[in-house]
Nanobody
Framework: QVQLVESGGGLVQPGGSLRLSCAAS????????IGWFRQAPGKERERVSC?????????NYLNSVKGRFTISRDNANNTVYLQMNSLKPEDTAVYYC??????????????????WGQGTQVTVSS
């Protein structure tokens, strides 16, 4: 049974940093596309960053987070991370860990991702 459990969200001031973690179970991480979406109040979900399955360190990023966010994965521990630096109020959202596979790609549409975590709230405010 595939499970994704996020942690690491919270309240941070503008310019601050947070690291989100996603503990995956029930599947082999490197064989799945894995990534992060977010949804702000009143807005649609948007893809933040993701890896294709078996894609090494080649990640996709939302334009507005490029240079500030970094996705990484620890295949040995089946965990995915999202390091978020220089946070802005517009980064405020619920962040979801997503997975699809096996042997899948980094879908742009949220509808194509099969597995979702419960979400973790990130609030950027002074």
């Amino acid at each position: 049974q595939v499970q994704l459990v996020e942690s690491g969200g919270g309240l941070v001031q503008p310019g601050g940093s947070l690291r989100l973690s996603c503990a995956a179970s029930g599947f082999t991480l490197e064989n799945y596309a894995i990534g992060w979406f977010r949804q702000a109040p009143g807005k649609e979900r948007e893809r933040v960053s993701c890896f294709n399955s078996g894609d090494g360190d080649n990640a996709n990023y939302l334009n507005s987070v490029k240079g500030r966010f970094t996705i990484s994965r620890d295949n040995a521990n089946n965990t995915v991370y999202l390091q978020m630096n220089s946070l802005k109020p517009e980064d405020t959202a619920v962040y979801y860990c997503v997975a699809d596979g096996p042997w899948s790609t980094c879908h742009y549409s949220d509808r194509l991702w099969e597995y979702w975590g419960q979400g973790t709230q990130v609030t950027v405010s002074s």
